[in-house]
Structures are given as C-alpha cells and as structure tokens.
C-alpha cells in the first residue's frame, strides 16, 4: 500500500512500514506525516492481524529529520514558530507509536538524524546496519532537540552522553551506539532486513497481548515510583492471566511441547 512518501507492505503478521522519500533522504515532511498517520490507521484497523510492525527507510537512509525545503527562514526574531508542527503533527504520531498495540522493531538502515533519530529510537528493538549512524543535528541549525529525544537520550544513554551528543552535534557510529547501549543489535548493511524480518516474525509469534503490556511498563517505568510501577505490574499481570495465550502457554510447559499463541 502506498500513502504519501511512506509504503506499508504487510507479511504475515508482520508489517513494514517504511520511509519512502528517496530524493530528500527521507527528511520529514507534513505530508510525511499523513502519510504515517494513513499508514497506522490501516496498521490499527488490522490489529487482529499485524502483530509486529517494523519501521523502516527506503534507499541509504533511515530519516534525516525534518524536511525544511520550502521553509520561510526569513522571518523576524520574535516572528517564527518553529515548533508548530510538533504538537500538530510529530507528537501525535510518537503518541501513536508509542501506543501501538503491538511491538515495534525499528531498522535502521541508514542515518538516523534530527526526528529520525527519535523515530529510530521509539522501536522496542532497534536494529542497525554497520553503515547506520546517529546524529542530533539541531544545533545545527540553531533549535533544540524535540520529538522526545531530551526524554528518550538520557534514559538510554545516560544524562551526560546524551548532554555531549546534543552540544556537539557529531555523528554517533552504529557500532558505538551498540557499544552504549542505545540499540540492540549491529549487522552488516545486506543482512539488516531480513534479521529484522526474522526478529519481527518471532515477535508476532509470542504472545502479543503480553508482549504489549510489557511496552507499556517500560514505557510508564520512568515515571513511577517503585509503589506505582508494583501496582502497575499487578493490575497488567490480572489482564495477562486472563488470556488464552498464558493457558495455552501454561499447558504447553506442562506438556513439553511448543507453544501456540494467537495474540489473544
């Protein structure tokens, strides 16, 4: 399925998402964004069927942030609203990510900068191709990092490399990123498809209603204290163990054999 400068293609339980605005190495545009929010509606509308979704780019990148061809860069100081499409258009699709009913792998085949890097970020495995590399490229450009990443950064990474790749604005390798714990796995650039293919379709296997209540502690974790986050567990287990996957997973455990699950 094709919206604009985004494709969806779903395989399986498997859908991929991906980037698609080659000339403009998949730098984010408004259009863009409806393009994502057309592609989650549909992802959303087969939730009973897509039980993974992988994010991806076309071409040799990932995303290079925000497109800002056609910008007005000659506004007044004081005049310009630089923020305006975050509320508008950027943070509703991190919310929808974020959301998701179901785990998200993020390949990123290629550099990752500005809003790309926090899109690359949202996965909950996130894969990299040797060549991949990182970059907070706002001070660049005289603006402050968004999309998340000042939330995203220095829980992954730690207060002061995520301080250090924000002020310096340089490139953060693949493998470096592994080496800091900000991905999960490094391959060589021919081979990141089809593992993100393999690690998604083992993914949409497993039992999908746990899988999506195990995001949603990690992702409320930060904010809890550690009251909260055992009452969190304990209301979110009551939900697990009233599904047909932890009978099913229970009762293949007990008869030694591979379990079944159906994501319900």
Known sequence: ????????????????????????????????????????????ERKA??????????????????NLQGRNTQAKPGR???????????HPFLRRLRNLHCPIVTAVNGPAAGAGMSFA???????CAKSAYFLQAFRRIGLVPDCGSTWLLPRLVGKARAIELSLMGEKL??????????????????ALMEEAMKL????????????????????????????????LEFQLQRVAGRTEDFKEGVGAFLEKRPAKFRGQ
């Open 1 to 44: 399925m094709q919206f604009k400068h985004v494709t969806l293609d779903i395989e399986g339980s498997v859908a991929v998402l991906t980037l698609d605005h080659q000339e403009v190495m998949n730098a984010v545009s408004i259009d863009m964004l409806g393009g994502l929010a057309e592609a989650l509606d549909e992802i959303e």
């Open 49 to 66: 069927e897509v039980r993974c979704l992988v994010l991806t780019g076309a071409g040799r990148a990932f995303c290079t942030g925000a």
């Open 80 to 90: 310009s609203n630089a923020g305006a499409a975050l509320e508008t258009a950027f």
């Open 121 to 127: 970020l949202m996965g909950d495995m996130i894969l």
């Open 173 to 190: 390798p693949a493998e470096t990123a592994l080496q800091w714990g900000l991905v999960n796995r490094v391959y060589d650039d021919g």
């Open 200 to 231: 998604a379709r083992e993914l949409a296997s497993g039992p999908t209603v746990a899988l999506s209540l195990i995001r949603r502690l990690y992702w409320d974790s930060p904010e809890n204290s550690f009251e909260d986050q055992l009452n």
